[in-house]
């Protein structure tokens, strides 16, 4: 764009001023729009630069939110809960078992195991290891050589008391003759829950008679018949939860926003003037202080602005390095704005619209 002869004058007093005439041949001073003059001088015939000239940057926009601090570490996951699933056991007795003292409570052996997984059983005392819900198969022969029918009674104790509504009952028909016994299997079934681990289970009974007894078959080209067969299994399908750990501590949140604070005089920084916002109501001086006084985390920024009129500066401690353009160190005007941020251990880079 060609501008010869084009004469410049009442323009806008922010940019440059050169009078109420404008341009004439010869050269002139050029002001800023207060006054303030500019190390140029401009004619009809060019410009003239007579000094260096300090373009300030445009203060650069406020940094994006800080990273949200790292999450504290998990607590432990709890112990699972002993779950009684796959629980099951069958056991049995190989001997003969007869009424001691009739009328009288008579706990019934066990001696074999067929296979077992989390029960177990001592002497007919069954143990179970993990709390649930349990079914429970019970098949007796019993035999009475006793010239009368005689009575049985069978129930179980849990935890070795009686356990309510356990109890069968049932009447032995009398002997076939003195060398035959009458026989009869008694088989019953239970559904009960275990609360605790290492429940127990027994199986108790008693007759009218001594010439009543459990009976075990040898077999003769079959299987053998135990004289007591009982069947365990879980019917829950998981044991309870165990508690969950505790959580870990939450990490510290960063700042998402920068806060304000209005001061004057001389302010010593703090860690806590991280991200602040500092308007300057009077005379102010900054003093940046050393990583051994206040340990302000690299990348660290701060920004100032002149709020009155009174002279506000920036300046390190003895041991901080502020770079500057020029050194200068101080808001130019009124409004003028700065910003310092944190690049090493004791340096600092100092922006904005300074001066000397």
């Not at 806008?12 to 050029?30: D, K, L, P, R, W």
């Not at 203060?59 to 996951?77: A, E, K």
């Not at 819900?133 to 009475?144: F, K, V």
């Not at 690049?343 to 100092?350: A, F, I, K, L, P």
Request: charged content about 10%.
């Amino acid at each position: 764009m060609d501008l010869t002869n084009t004469r410049i004058q009442n323009t806008y007093g922010g940019v440059m001023n050169v009078g109420a005439t404008g341009f004439t041949g010869n050269f002139q001073q050029i002001t800023d729009g207060f006054g303030t003059p500019m190390p140029m001088e401009a004619s009809t015939s060019g410009i003239n630069f007579t000094g260096n000239v300090y373009v300030n940057g445009v203060t650069g926009l406020i940094g994006s939110s800080g990273t949200s601090g790292t999450s504290g570490t998990s607590g432990n996951d709890g112990r699972d809960g002993a779950g009684a699933t796959g629980a099951y056991a069958s056991f049995y007795s190989s001997v003969d078992q007869a009424i001691a003292v009739i009328n009288t409570p008579q706990k019934v052996t066990l001696n074999g195991t067929t296979l077992s997984e989390r029960i177990t059983q001592s002497g007919g005392t069954i143990t179970i290891q993990d709390p649930g819900i349990y079914q429970m198969l019970t098949t007796m022969l019993i035999s009475n050589l006793s010239g009368s029918g005689e009575d049985v009674r069978v129930w179980l104790k849990f935890n070795s008391v009686d356990y309510p509504n356990s109890s069968h009952h049932i009447t032995l028909a009398a002997r076939k003759s003195a060398s035959v016994p009458s026989e009869q299997t008694l088989t019953f079934g239970f559904v009960g829950q275990s609360l605790n681990v290492n429940d127990t289970v027994e199986i108790y009974w008693e007759s009218t008679s001594t010439d009543v007894s459990l009976q075990y078959e040898t077999g003769v080209g079959k299987p053998d018949a135990a004289s007591v067969n009982v069947q365990l299994q879980s019917v829950n399908t998981a044991g309870p939860t165990g508690a969950t750990g505790a959580a870990g501590t939450s990490g510290t949140s960063g700042t998402n926003y920068m806060t304000t604070a209005s001061t004057s005089g001389t302010v010593n920084l703090v860690l806590a003037d991280h991200n602040k916002f500092f308007t300057a109501t009077g005379a102010s001086t900054f003093v940046i202080p050393t990583n051994a006084s206040v340990a302000f985390p690299s990348g660290s920024q701060m920004v100032f602005t002149r709020g009155g009129t009174g002279e506000v500066g920036i300046t390190g401690a003895v041991g901080v390095t502020l770079n500057s353009s020029n050194d200068y160190r101080s808001l130019k005007n009124q409004y003028s704005g700065a910003s310092i941020v944190k690049t090493g251990t004791d340096t600092w880079y100092m922006f904005g619209e300074l001066k000397a």
